[in-house]
């Protein structure tokens, strides 16, 4: 069954995924936790990061928290962002997630389904960030090698195939994006282009304290977009998870501040590969009107 080893400090001892409520995920996740999930309670200040694994989560983890700093943000001196903003389903003993001074920032790639119920009423608000899913493929392939909770794919072209069926953590992206997308109307909620932000991350960050009422100078706006680059993330181990030291994870291959690029995928994908994906994406999102960006400057 699921066990959780950041929780009770076993050692990890499955890579399997298990069905919970529909949704396949790894034995990070506790039955316990989950079962909170649906009746969570939600204060209207709360603000929720919502990611299909690999779509810029850390990455909203630091300018959010940055966003929320205050004074700190002028000294530089931040805290370890996986502390400011917690995972939600994810609960680990030395981070502090539900009992919280408002406002509380989490992280969560819950499906739709699985979500608080208040969170429907339009408590609290919503970032859904999204990203080009030939990407997320490739990014969650590495990721399969760094987590140890995960399975290590024989090769990328049978990681592939489980992706695309949906047969790993969280489940099918698809669904997430659509699910999130086709419901948005019961939230509070703003869509995010994890691509554009690589574009134009101030517009992205100015965009975000207005839908937060944060309203910040533009001196403050400059340093959190200076802090949240890829560059500065990835030597800094508060931001990157370097420092967390979670046993879940493999030191010795790159982690979470892969590459952090928009296109990764065009050297992944066999041109088979591609059109196969390209008809399944089709097919699946042809009523989802979001914008995907698959190539650099598209
Ligand atoms: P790659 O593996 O393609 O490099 P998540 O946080 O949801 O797990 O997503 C991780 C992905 O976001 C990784 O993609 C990582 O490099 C990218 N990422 C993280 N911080 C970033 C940043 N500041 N700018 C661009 N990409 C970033």
Request: hydrophobic letters at 35%; one cysteine or more; glycine letters at 4%.
């Amino acid at each position: 069954m699921c066990r959780n080893m950041a929780e009770d400090e076993k050692e990890f001892q499955t890579v399997e995924l298990f069905n919970f409520k529909g949704c396949n995920l790894s034995g990070i996740h506790t039955i316990k936790r989950l079962d909170q999930m649906e009746n969570y309670d939600v204060r209207d200040s709360d603000v929720f990061i919502v990611t299909y694994p690999k779509s810029g989560t850390i990455w909203m983890q630091t300018i959010l928290a940055h966003i929320f700093m205050d004074e700190d943000l002028k000294t530089g001196e931040c805290k370890p962002t996986y502390r400011e903003a917690p995972w939600l389903e994810i609960s680990v003993k030395e981070i502090i997630t539900d009992d919280r001074p408002s406002p509380r920032l989490f992280v969560t790639h819950l499906p739709y389904e699985l979500i608080p119920k208040a969170l429907k009423k339009k408590m609290g608000k919503v970032i859904y960030v999204y990203r080009n899913p030939k990407d997320v493929a490739v990014s969650f392939y590495y990721f399969h090698k760094f987590a140890n909770y995960l399975e290590t794919p024989e090769n990328f072209g049978a990681f592939l195939q489980k992706f695309l069926k949906g047969q790993v953590d969280y489940d099918s992206w698809f669904n997430h994006v659509k699910n999130w997308y086709n419901h948005r109307e019961e939230f509070n909620i703003i869509f995010q282009s994890y691509e554009e932000m690589t574009q134009d991350l101030k517009t992205a960050v100015i965009k975000f304290c207005k839908f937060l009422e944060r309203p910040l100078d533009d001196g403050s706006i400059n340093i959190i977009v200076e802090h949240s680059t890829f560059k500065n993330m990835k030597k800094n181990p508060k931001l990157n998870y370097e420092r967390a030291g979670f046993p879940i994870f493999d030191p010795s291959v790159p982690g979470f501040m892969r590459k952090g690029i928009v296109g990764d995928w065009k050297t992944h994908f066999t041109v088979a590969q591609n059109e196969m994906f390209t008809k399944i994406f089709q097919e699946k999102m042809e009523d989802v009107p979001l914008k995907f960006i698959w190539e650099p400057g598209e």
